[in-house]
Structure formats: C-alpha cells, structure tokens
T-cell receptor, first 111, second 116 residues
Framework: QKEVEQNSGPLSVPEGAIASLNCTYS??????FFWYRQYSGKSPELIMS????GDKEDGRFTAQLNKASQYVSLLIRDSQPSDSATYLC???????????FGTGTKLQVIP | NAGVTQTPKFQVLKTGQSMTLQCAQD?????MYWYRQDPGMGLRLIYY???????DKGEVPNGYNVSRLNKREFSLRLESAAPSQTSVYFC???????????????FGPGTRLTVL
C-alpha cells in the first residue's frame, strides 16, 4: 500500500462547479497535511495546510481532514479554468522529518 | 526577494558524466530539500538538510551526494550520471522541519535533467 494515494484523474468539471479532490494516507501517526498545486512545467506551490480534524476554509478552497478514516480532501468552489492543474497531497509520514507526496490528481476545468 | 533559485534550468549529460545542481534560498530558512519528480511517481525525497551542517538521506539517495555549503545553499551532485537519473529535480526550503513542524515547503523552479 502506498503511503499517500490519490486518483491520478483527469478530473473534469465544468466552470463554476465544485471540484472535489481526495487523498488517503497509511500512517496513523501523521499530523501535518498539505495540498500543493502544480501547473504544467512549473514547481509546486502550497494552497492549504491542515492539522486538525474538520474543515479549513480559505477563499474558494476548503480542506477537510478525517484522521479516523485517514483521508484528506480539497474542495474548490466556483471552479475556474485557471484552476486547471495537478493537485498534490502531502503528508508527514515515516518519522518526523519526512513529508511524502502523492502522485497528484490532474484537474481540468472546462469553460 | 527571489525565494528559492536553482541552476541550471536544463541540462543534458552523457552516461558517466558528473554534474552539480545548485540551489540557494534567501528566506533565512533552516531546512532544505532535494526532490526528483518522475511521471507517475510523484515527488520523491533524495536528501534533506534540517539545519546548516547536517544532511540526511531521503527515499532515493543512491547515486547522489549533497553539500549544505552554508545556510543559504544546498547542492546536489551526480558523480556518474545514469539514464535512470533523467528527471526533474526540485529544491525546496522551509523555516523549520517540514515533517515535524508542519512548515510549508517553498520550491524552486526546477532543473530538467536528461541523461543519454
């Protein structure tokens, strides 16, 4: 089992819809969870970090964490074509200095 | 404030050649990281440095060496390049230790390396 798993997609949503991206992780001791966005040919940039169970909102983005079920999700409301990118889930695993990245979900927002 | 910079942006090597990838950050961060990104494999940690003067292996360290020259600079060296090292290499930095402190990692623009 991979430490951090994401559906590779592509996930296609129409403009203005809600995009839902999911991530599961295997290490029950994980405490820090991150969502990064990566445009094609560019470097990853942080969108959200979440450390406690529940929801965390920042503008059109909401991160949701459920440690009991070992999943973290990212909701993007009012999706825009500019949101089209690959979204990477990252989780601290395997010791306190290691952050493991999922392979990413490619999101396509259709105008 | 340039953030994290990497040189070169592109490089083509022949099998057996050596090269050093350079990384520098101007955010006064303590921790620095080297990742490689391959299609379908995601970002994988090669080496990291939690503070000046310390380095530790990550998930895929074989074939690489690193040097934390000072607080700003962290270099990655390929002693004898192999085609399996064809990849995009990203350097990143964080104020504290990303895995422990939950700190954000800031990434450089990447180096696209091809080994023939």
């Amino acid at each position: 089992q991979k430490e951090v798993e994401q559906n590779s997609g592509p996930l296609s949503v129409p403009e203005g819809a809600i995009a839902s991206l999911n991530c599961t992780y295997s290490d029950r001791g994980s405490q820090s969870f991150f969502w990064y966005r990566q445009y094609s040919g560019k470097s990853p940039e942080l969108i959200m970090s979440i450390y406690s169970n529940g929801d965390k909102e920042d503008g059109r983005f909401t991160a949701q964490l459920n440690k009991a079920s070992q999943y973290v999700s990212l909701l993007i409301r009012d999706s825009q074509p500019s949101d089209s990118a690959t979204y990477l889930c990252a989780v601290n695993t395997g010791g306190y200095q290691k952050v493991t990245f999922g392979t990413g979900t490619k999101l396509q927002v259709i105008p | 404030n340039a953030g994290v910079t990497q040189t070169p942006k592109f490089q083509v090597l022949k099998t057996g050649q050596s090269m050093t990838l350079q990384c520098a950050q101007d955010m006064n961060h303590n921790s620095m990281y080297w990742y490689r990104q391959d299609p379908g494999m995601g970002l994988r940690l090669i080496y990291y440095s939690a503070s000046e003067g310390t380095t530790d292996k990550g998930e895929v360290p074989n074939g690489y060496n690193v040097s934390r020259l000072n607080k700003r600079e962290f270099s990655l060296r390929l002693e004898s390049a192999a085609p399996s090292q064809t990849s995009v290499y990203f350097c990143a930095s964080s104020e504290g230790v990303a895995g422990w402190d939950g700190d954000t990692q800031y990434f450089g623009p990447g180096t696209r390396l091809t080994v023939l």
